[in-house]
């Protein structure tokens, strides 16, 4: 078990002593370059002290804080930047646990995360909300929980296996991790003064913490507004540099993400770049990050770099990562910046465009060196709830795939789910479809996609069509992810292929699988709540780089597709989804035929 960090107040005694010289410091960084984000500036040769896990004097010169145990480090030539923040994030979508997470991305530098654990409270409730609340208090970081507000995420048009409660949100606002609201992506019943939704934003604000947005549609004008309103304080969806100004001129946050698979920092980031706006409004986060790109390209390191990239000044894109995202969740004298009495979270890197993470301190205490992890990342007790939830009721076969047309017709029109590469929202698009024997068929572009039950037993599949994968012969693809509601996806060009990926899954109880000419050709055992595996994040990430290389097998060659199969069942992002109720129209907030009749 991790060591708790004690209150600045608790230690402010022994803080005061070593940055009087009274004390000795348990460890002093010596001849860096120090990245102040309070002022914007580096400080040649500024020194730090550190004690009891949080700085205790920062300077020209720290000598006076050492003694003889205090441990030294020379920094001579590099720079000293407060560790990495990511403003909002989903640890399930690593397919981790929040230890492993943490273990993947510690390396990278990041040592606090703002998280949202929806994906488990949509198969487990507030019971899985409190299991991975507890595992993140146990690491050697600082992970908060923002508890979760949409489960399910939109009401009557999906079933979850558990729904959160405004009472059950009253309830966790008193734990000690929970930061906040969760993303409220149920925008239209805020603008539609929906009692529940606003009770949870009255027992978030009345605790005097932080609403977490989420408003997926275009429309920037009466609705937006009264969607801030709310009390919303941030918000990841922007895909444009309008999307940015429209929030930051309201009050909110711009949170601009950088994932797997969304690209959405170069289009709104040139509201700094090129518009000059004050840049203290807009906050960098990853929001999804596959266990592969933590693996091999990076987490919050990664996002600032290519926020320099697209032209940010390096010092304002590390504010964007540090100071900027401690300040809106009411944590700037906490952590963020290297100042007295905030958490010692410093990195040590020798450049701040390319940003190598060669040191890594956590709470005063060296956690990573040259991308290697030195600490340990403790695990929770997972229990058999947590493992067992995959309930499909019964083994499937081809037929339940069918999708059957209109007696006598030899040919439909279809409503399609077009999916939109590096972007979240998908197209409603309509294709001409044939039909054989009393079945519409799936053809060229166009592949079938399902939509199984797996909470209750029930047996039920929706079934509906996708392009965009590129997809060709028989195959199949399966996945117990399927956000929010995380029931079971499968889209393939074979409905025999489609049933073996969906009865694969119920065996192994969760997970994510490709199958060709009846062959599996990759599997991720993911058996916590059908989301996560507890093994470390490299055994995953290549796992997963068999999925992707089989995914490729298949036809496709969409960049990080695994992502955009993953949000199909996502109803709250327009413009058409399915979930276990049918086919979403999001545009309008209603289920709608799949055939057109």
Not at 74 to 85: F, K, M, Q, V
Not at 196 to 202: C, G, N, S, T, Y
Not at 218 to 226: I, L, M, V
């Amino acid at each position: 078990m991790t060591q708790k960090l004690q209150s600045w107040a608790d230690v402010a005694p022994r803080l005061i002593a070593v940055a009087a010289g009274r004390d000795a410091a348990d460890l002093v960084i010596t001849g860096g370059k120090l990245v102040n984000v309070q002022t914007r500036e580096v400080l040649e040769g500024w020194q730090v002290a550190i004690a009891e896990g949080r700085f205790a004097y920062v300077g020209p010169d720290a000598s006076h804080c050492i003694g003889p145990d205090t441990e030294t480090i020379d920094a001579t030539g590099r720079y000293l930047i407060p560790g990495l923040c990511d403003g909002h994030m989903h640890i399930e979508s690593g397919m981790l646990t929040p230890a492993e997470f943490a273990a993947a991305v510690i390396p990278h530098g990041t040592t606090t995360m703002f998280t949202d654990p929806h994906e488990i409270a949509n198969v487990l409730g507030l019971e899985g909300v409190r299991m991975m609340h507890d595992e993140a208090l146990m690491q050697p970081v600082n992970i908060f929980t923002q508890m979760p507000s949409c489960a399910p995420s939109a009401p009557g048009l999906e079933t979850t296996g558990f729904e959160i409660s405004a009472e059950d949100v009253a309830e966790a606002m008193g734990w000690p991790g929970i930061i906040g609201l969760g993303e409220m992506m149920n925008f239209p019943g805020v603008i539609n003064g929906d009692p529940q939704m606003l009770a949870e934003m009255a027992a978030t604000m009345n605790a005097g913490k932080t609403v977490g947005g989420h408003y997926a549609s275009p429309d920037k004008g009466a609705a937006f507004s009264a969607y801030v309103a709310g009390g919303a304080a941030d918000d990841h969806e922007g895909t444009a540099e309008t999307d940015a100004l429209a929030r930051v001129r309201n009050g909110m946050r711009s949170m601009m993400r950088l994932g797997s698979a969304w690209y959405d920092v170069e289009s709104q980031i040139t509201a700094v770049t090129e518009r000059g706006l004050d840049p203290r409004n807009f906050i960098l986060c990853t929001d999804d990050c596959m266990a592969e790109t933590l693996v091999n390209d990076g987490h919050m390191n990664r996002v600032v770099r290519h926020a320099i990239e697209c032209g940010c000044d390096p010092l304002v894109a590390l504010q964007m990562a540090t100071i900027n995202t401690a300040t809106h969740f009411g944590l700037e004298r906490e952590l963020g910046s290297i100042a007295p009495g905030r958490r010692a979270d410093v990195i040590v890197t020798s450049d701040l465009k390319s940003l190598p993470i060669e040191q890594v301190i956590a709470r005063g205490k060296t956690v990573a060196i040259n991308g290697q992890i030195t600490v340990e990342c403790p695990h929770f007790n997972w229990p058999d709830t947590a493992r067992q939830t995959v309930h499909m009721g019964k083994t499937l076969d081809e037929a339940d795939f069918d999708i059957p047309a209109p007696e006598g017709a030899n040919a439909v029109t279809a409503k399609v789910i077009g999916v939109v590469e590096n972007q979240a929202p998908t197209k409603a698009l309509t294709f001409e479809l044939p039909v054989t024997e009393g079945r519409v068929q799936a053809t060229g572009e166009v592949c079938q996609i399902a939509l199984v039950e797996r909470h209750r037993g029930t047996g039920h599949v929706s079934n509906g069509f996708v392009s965009g994968f590129g997809y060709t012969g028989d195959m199949a693809i399966a996945s117990t992810v399927a956000h929010d509601s995380h029931h079971m996806i499968v889209v393939g060009t074979s409905r025999a292929n489609m049933a073996l990926a969906a009865n694969r899954l119920g065996d192994v109880g969760g997970g994510v699988t490709v199958f060709k000419d009846g062959r599996e050709l990759a599997l991720i055992e993911l058996p916590i709540a059908g989301l996560m595996s507890d093994k470390p994040a490299a055994e995953v990430a290549a796992q997963a780089k068999k999925m992707i290389e089989a995914m490729a097998v298949c036809g496709c060659t969409m960049n990080n597709a695994y992502m955009q199969h993953s949000l199909l069942a996502l109803v709250v992002i327009p413009e058409l989804r399915i979930s276990d109720l049918g086919l979403v129209d999001v545009t309008k907030f209603e289920l709608t035929n799949v055939v057109e009749i």
